[in-house]
């Protein structure tokens, strides 16, 4: 499944259809895999729409939701379309779909992210996929917000911190491999970066939309 160029904000809530065409609820949430302190995406948590009949027909328990796993999903755009029809997502439903090792987003937004000093540098409150599909954390709240008002950085504007600048993913903690200084001196940096290329483009238009990326991944071997 590709997403690049999104965020985990833009997929939630889009509609599900199946191969057939119906809908059968909608994107709730989605379920990482944080082994080796990385991001993997696992399974697509629905709700809403069929939902609630499936689980219904099958006697499970209100409090079970169904998940999609990744090789049944075709391909996103307006919605989230299925390679699957809504009857075989009965058999998706499983009460352990949770390993040891995996984590909700609504669980990971709930998490403190510090820097390798320990220090709270605040939040992850999105998830954006580049073009080569790879999982930036789109970071926010206390420290940051500060640091990027003091820059003057448009609101609109998404800090994002790249996987080979965090040391420790689980579930209980998320840990940069930089401390708070260190960050804001990357981010000054980089924002002037941005800056220049967004005058470059054409002075005249706004930066709605852009990113302001906290190093570039590196290079495959």
Request: some cysteine; charged content about 35%; aromatic content about 6%.
């Amino acid at each position: 499944m590709q997403c690049c160029e999104l965020k985990y904000s833009e997929i939630r809530r889009k509609d599900v259809v199946d191969s057939n065409g119906e809908k059968v609820g909608e994107v709730m949430d989605w379920i990482f895999n944080c082994a080796d302190n990385k991001l993997d995406l696992k399974c697509i948590v629905l709700g809403g729409g069929r939902v609630e009949e499936l689980l219904e027909s099958i006697g499970a328990r209100p409090d079970i939701d169904p998940v999609i796993k990744l090789e049944d999903v075709d391909f996103i755009s307006d919605k989230v379309y299925l390679k699957v029809d809504g009857e075989s997502l009965k058999k998706t439903i499983d009460p352990g779909v949770l390993a040891e090792t995996d984590i909700t987003f609504s669980k990971l937004s709930d998490i403190k992210v510090i820097d390798s000093d320990d220090f709270k540098v605040g939040f992850v409150i999105d998830i954006w996929f580049d073009l080569d599909n790879v999982m930036w954390l789109l970071l926010g709240g206390g420290f940051l917000e500060e640091l990027l008002e003091r820059l003057k950085v448009q609101p609109d504007i998404d800090l994002l911190v790249p996987p080979h600048f965090i040391e420790i993913l689980n579930s209980n903690e998320i840990k940069l491999s930089i401390t708070k200084f260190q960050l804001k001196s990357t981010c000054e940096d980089e924002y002037k970066k941005l800056k220049k290329q967004l005058l470059a483009d054409d002075p005249h238009d706004d930066a709605h939309g852009a990113r302001l990326r906290l190093g570039t991944m590196r290079t495959r071997t």
